[in-house]
T-cell receptor
Framework: NAGVTQTPKFRILKIGQSMTLQCTQD?????MYWYRQDPGMGLKLIYY???????DKGEVPNGYNVSRSTTEDFPLRLELAAPSQTSVYFC????????????FGPGTRLTVL | GDSVTQMEGPVTLSEEAFLTINCTYT??????LFWYVQYPGEGLQLLLK?????DKGSNKGFEATYRKETTSFHLEKGSVQVSDSAVYFC??????????FGKGTKLTVNP
C-alpha cells in the first residue's frame, strides 16, 4: 500500500507562475485535505473534500483551487503564485469514521521567488 | 470554536530523560484527541489517540490520557531516545470533517 502520495517533492516558482500539486491515495478514503505548514505555525487547512465532486474551503483558501473528479485524486492548483505561498504543502486522507484519523503524504516544499 | 494549545518549544532533553508535552483543548461536546509526530523531512503520522474521557492512548512508549475535567491530553514518555527527536502535534476532532491542530512542539534528544 502506497498510502498518500504527493508530487513533486520540491518546486521553485517565479512570481505569477501557476502549478498543480498532485495528491493520490489508494485507501479508498472519501475524505481528503490540503494543508500548508509554515515554520513554527502548525498546519492550516486550505481545502477539503468529503467525496468525489464535493469540495469546501478551509481556513486559508485564497490563491488556491481544487477539484475532486475521482475518489483517489485531489489536486491543488496555485494560480498566480506569490511569495506568501512559500510553504510546505501536505495532502491527507481519512475514511471519515470516528475517530477520524488522517493519513498524511510526505509533503511538497514550494518556494516562490 | 474548537482550539488546541500546546506548550511552546523547542524542548531539548538528554537520552533517557522523562518527557512531558502539555496539551489543552477547548471544544464543545466530546471530541476525539490525537497526537501526531513529524520526523524531519516527512509528513505527519498518527502517534496515538483517545476517543472518550479517561481513555489512555499509547504507542512506542508514549502515553496520553484524555482528561475531561482539566480539558487536557498531555503526552508523556518515561525514557526518550535520540530517535524520538521530531515535532509533536496535538489535535482534536470535534465531530466535523476537520482536525484542529496545535502549533507543534519540537523535541530534540541529545545522546
Amino acid at each position: 500500500n502506497a498510502g498518500v502520495t504527493q508530487t513533486p517533492k520540491f518546486r521553485i516558482l517565479k512570481i505569477g507562475q501557476s502549478m498543480t500539486l498532485q495528491c493520490t491515495q489508494d485507501m479508498n478514503h472519501n475524505y481528503m485535505y490540503w494543508y500548508r505548514q509554515d515554520p513554527g505555525m502548525g498546519l492550516k487547512l486550505i481545502y477539503y473534500s468529503v467525496g468525489a465532486g464535493i469540495t469546501d474551503k478551509g481556513e486559508v483558501p485564497n490563491g488556491y483551487n481544487v477539484s475532486r473528479s475521482t475518489t483517489e485524486d485531489f489536486p491543488l492548483r496555485l494560480e498566480l503564485a506569490a511569495p506568501s505561498q512559500t510553504s510546505v504543502y501536505f495532502c491527507a486522507s481519512s475514511s471519515g469514521g470516528r475517530p477520524d484519523t488522517q493519513y498524511f503524504g510526505p509533503g511538497t516544499r514550494l518556494t516562490v521567488l | 470554536g474548537d482550539s488546541v494549545t500546546q506548550m511552546e518549544g523547542p524542548v531539548t532533553l538528554s537520552e533517557e530523560a522523562f518527557l512531558t508535552i502539555n496539551c489543552t483543548y477547548t471544544a464543545t461536546g466530546y471530541p476525539s484527541l490525537f497526537w501526531y509526530v513529524q520526523y524531519p523531512g516527512e509528513g505527519l503520522q498518527l502517534l496515538l489517540k483517545a476517543t472518550k474521557a479517561d481513555d489512555k492512548g499509547s504507542n512506542k512508549g508514549f502515553e496520553a490520557t484524555y482528561r475531561k475535567e482539566t480539558t487536557s491530553f498531555h503526552l508523556e514518555k518515561g525514557s526518550v531516545q535520540v530517535s524520538d527527536s521530531a515535532v509533536y502535534f496535538c489535535a482534536l476532532n470535534g465531530g466535523s470533517e476537520k482536525l484542529v491542530f496545535g502549533k507543534g512542539t519540537k523535541l530534540t534528544v541529545n545522546p
